[in-house]
């Protein structure tokens, strides 16, 4: 074997069935990132030592017939932002380059304690918003269907690394986008899970009210498995809902038969126009739900003008507030997007952000009352195919209303995958919204729709 | 396009912050305050007094 297998349920399989050896999957997975990464920059450091003990810790389990279920052996990355016990967390950033944790974030404890073994940390924009950029210590993460285009951001590397089939799955945080930008652009799946569903501890913050860690993954069915092994209360984080674990791996293979779904047609092609291909992805995907069963049609919610506005404020003016200790004294260590991004949040006050929030709850009734009609919502994953990175610009994102966004805002799960391929040959990709907490059926459907295709999984020539 | 933020107050936000921008820099932010300001004008359309914002303090 000299790759990875191309989903990660793929190699569980073959662990469980020892056709498969951790040490060896490991290996693959270290030796492919030191051949491949030059180019890519998908991660910030490898961890070999710590891949390597954790990989023959799982093989002797494997061995002894103890496995601890579809993670062990499995090899990830982990988002630099994630704490990391005795591994540098730099977030991508000079202000943390010496940053050393004593204690693992809650997510990468799930993780190893499902037996899955870190491969390394992963690039990310600086702090989860300044980037691509090019003036760090690190360069930006590159689209490994053509290292010219724009990953997406803010989880890049983590996104470059699972489609160029370095590792089979990572973590990401999304506070606007930032798990489902790379996951439609690079071609593989990612998971913003409900706000409050996952603990947030010893993950480093963009903007409080809006921020969720989730997995991305080559398939929905390994973001699921990825997903459920991190869920459950966590009295330390106070944003967590502090319910039980929802079961999300036993429901996933049920289809949609019954499911009412809503288009909301009106967001990437009126309002934020979208290519030919993503909206033939889109039609392409409601297609394939019809005929598994669920009924479709098309639902209007606010503009998505409203919900950039909203988003934009808060999440400036709650990263504003993150960066308080160091925006002065160290201003000249961030790099030009992140320095110049922050600036600009100086100018919110705080009435904007009060009315940005009360705004915000207008919002969500107005969604939770479309979603009294529907079970779930489809949107485009992006507008088009990745750009070349070059062209990403400093304010671009405030400038042009995104689709994503309004999912934080409203604190629903959401899924992003692969629905095919645009006019450039690169990935295209679709949203699936649920209610919140209702992640289990988000993913269910999306699975529906990777199961009856054969978008899901593939892998640039690379 | 929109007008930017009248560039008095805009100097005077950004020295209160005490950020210490170049000119280049603060050129560079106050042409992108554009897209901003439409923005919180947008936000401060007219709405019922009592419509509390998300993030009430919920006492337990």
């Known amino acids: 074997m000299s790759t990875l297998p191309n989903t990660l349920a793929e190699a569980a399989r073959m662990i469980a069935a020892k056709q498969a050896s951790p040490v060896e999957l490991t290996q693959i997975a270290l030796d492919r990132a030191a051949a491949l990464d030059p180019a890519l920059h998908a991660f910030i450091r490898l961890t070999p030592e710590v891949a390597l003990a954790q990989a023959r810790a799982a093989e002797a389990r494997q061995m002894s017939g103890t496995l601890r279920g579809k993670l062990d052996g499995i090899p990830i990355g982990h988002k630099d932002i994630y704490e990391t016990a005795g591994v540098p967390t730099t977030a991508h950033s000079r202000i943390l380059e010496h940053h050393v944790p004593t204690r693992d974030a809650a997510a990468v404890q799930g993780w190893a304690e499902a037996g899955a073994v870190m491969i390394g940390k992963t690039a990310t924009h600086e702090f989860a918003w300044g980037g691509p950029s090019f003036d760090l210590p690190w360069p930006p993460a590159r689209n490994p269907w053509d290292v010219s285009r724009f990953t997406g951001g803010s989880s890049s590397g983590t996104g470059a690394a699972v489609a160029a089939g370095l590792i089979l799955g990572g973590t990401g945080s999304d506070t606007g986008g930032s798990i489902r930008a790379p996951a439609a652009f690079c071609g593989i799946a990612g998971v913003k899970p409900s706000f409050g569903l996952v603990s947030r501890r010893g993950v480093l913050p963009l903007a409080y009210s809006l921020d969720t860690v989730g997995p991305l993954a080559p398939t929905v069915e390994d973001c699921a498995l990825l997903l459920q092994a991190i869920l459950g209360p966590d009295a330390e984080d106070p944003s967590h809902s502090q319910r039980p674990a929802p079961d999300l791996l036993g429901t996933l293979g049920d289809g949609v038969k019954g499911v009412r779904i809503g288009v909301v047609r009106h967001f990437f092609e009126d309002e934020v126009p979208s290519t030919p291909a993503v909206r033939a992805g889109i039609d392409h995907l409601c297609d394939v739900l019809r005929a598994e069963g669920a009924t479709i049609r098309d639902v209007t919610l606010p503009p998505v003008l409203d919900f950039h506005d909203v988003g934009w404020i808060i999440l400036m003016t709650e990263a504003s507030s993150v960066h308080e200790p160091w925006l002065v004294p160290r201003f000249r260590e961030y790099g030009e997007i992140l320095r110049e991004r922050l600036a600009m949040a100086r100018l919110v006050s705080g009435s904007d952000y009060v009315q940005a929030q009360r705004r915000r709850r207008e919002l969500c009734v107005a969604v939770a009352r479309v979603m009294c009609d529907v079970d779930l919502l489809i949107c485009a994953g992006a507008p088009r195919e990745a750009p070349p990175i070059e062209e990403v610009g400093k304010f671009t994102s405030i400038a042009t209303p995104g689709i994503t966004i309004p999912f934080n805002l409203i604190g629903q799960p959401t899924v992003s995958f692969c629905t095919g391929f645009g006019e450039g040959g690169l990935p295209v990709g679709a949203q699936i919204i649920g209610r919140p907490f209702e992640d289990a059926l988000a993913l269910r459907a999306a699975h529906a729709f990777e199961r009856a295709t054969n978008w899901a999984g593939r892998r640039p020539l690379i | ?60």
């Open chain 2, 1 to 60: 396009m929109a007008e930017p933020m009248y560039r008095t107050l805009f100097d005077a936000l950004l020295t209160h912050s005490g950020i210490p921008l170049t000119e280049a820099e603060s050129a560079g932010i106050h042409e992108a305050t554009r897209h901003l300001m439409p923005m919180l004008e947008r936000l401060h359309a007219p709405r019922p007094v009592s419509l509390e914002p998300a993030t009430v303090f919920a006492p337990k």
